[in-house]
């Protein structure tokens, strides 16, 4: 396929942008007097997003979609599928617990820990200007969540709980990354998109005898939303990486605070504090570095790889 950066830097902002208008939909079908467990908004995320995954590799030709269907590591899928379901339903459910903008910010981790899981468990070599990096962030993260773990002993233990689970899901967000990682030597992106997919929603119907709601009316419309959107959010992110190359559009992810702000603020009445905004500045800025800094290394090795080939 063609590159076009604009195409990419375009596609991974709309991306962005439909991933936080899930998290808001999410937001509402969690709250409210029949609030949806997030097992079910897992199922409901997955279920209908599956349709536009499937119509999306068919107009790009049969072979798409065989491409999208076949695979040679079942196991690794199903591995990858229960860290990934793990990641999405802490997510909603700090999702239901904290404002927008907030979560938002807990989940700029996930990047960061990659770096540290990528060395622990691929071998990758980490050495000292990214460890400063990732020192960086991770104080960040503790900025954004230091009015919850710090409060006075009164302090909403639920909000509390929300910061938790939010952190304990960028964790597993940077797990399924390394999975993903290793499945890609193999598989290609879309049998990854596709069985995730498949996986979540199984998985997400074990979480029945936790109690799930019977939802009508315009909770229904939402939760199908939910699926739709966060579908059409996963083809324009694996889209952008196809024009354009990730250190030119992973930097647009940091835009989502921004709009998390705008959205939380409109919809929700959410303000964020100038803590969590102090806190998300240093998260941004220790990303953009090590996406700098890999940008840098990449192109030293494409230098290194061309030198060799003319030197044989």
Do not use: N
């Amino acid at each position: 396929m063609e590159t076009s950066p604009w195409r990419g830097i375009i596609l991974k902002c709309l991306s962005v942008l439909l991933f936080i208008v899930m998290g808001a939909l999410i937001k509402v079908t969690g709250a409210g007097d029949q609030p949806v467990p997030p097992g079910q908004q897992v199922f409901f995320r997955s279920i209908f997003a599956l349709p536009l995954i499937v119509g999306w590799l068919l107009l790009q030709g049969k072979g798409q979609l065989y491409e999208g269907l076949r695979t040679d590591r079942p196991v690794g899928h199903f591995f990858r599928g229960v860290i990934g379901t793990t990641s999405m339903a802490l997510s909603f459910w700090a999702l239901s617990l904290l404002p927008l903008a907030e979560v938002t910010a807990i989940f700029f981790a996930a990047p960061l820990l990659i770096v540290i899981f990528a060395g622990m468990f691929l071998g990758e070599d980490v050495r000292l200007f990214r460890l400063s990096v990732v020192g960086l962030g991770l104080t960040g993260v503790v900025i954004v969540m230091s009015p919850q773990l710090t409060g006075p002993a009164g302090a909403d233990h639920l909000r509390i709980l929300g910061a938790v689970v939010a952190l304990g899901s960028a964790v597993f967000t940077a797990l399924a990354h390394i999975f993903i990682r290793k499945l890609s030597l193999t598989e290609s992106t879309t049998s990854i998109v596709f069985w995730f997919t498949i996986t979540s929603a199984v998985l997400s119907l074990l979480t029945i005898p936790f109690g799930w709601v019977t939802p009508q009316g315009m909770t229904l419309v939402l939760l199908i939303a939910i699926g739709l959107v966060g579908g059409l959010g996963q083809i324009c992110l694996t889209s952008a990486y196809r024009h354009a190359d990730a250190s030119v559009v992973a930097p647009f992810e940091y835009s989502s605070i921004l709009i998390a702000i705008v959205i939380g603020w409109s919809f929700f009445g959410e303000v964020p504090t100038k803590t969590v905004l102090s806190g998300a500045a240093v998260i941004m800025l220790a990303g953009i570095l090590i996406i700098w800094r890999e940008h840098k290394l990449g192109l030293e090795r494409g230098k290194a790889r061309r030198s060799s080939t003319l030197q044989g």
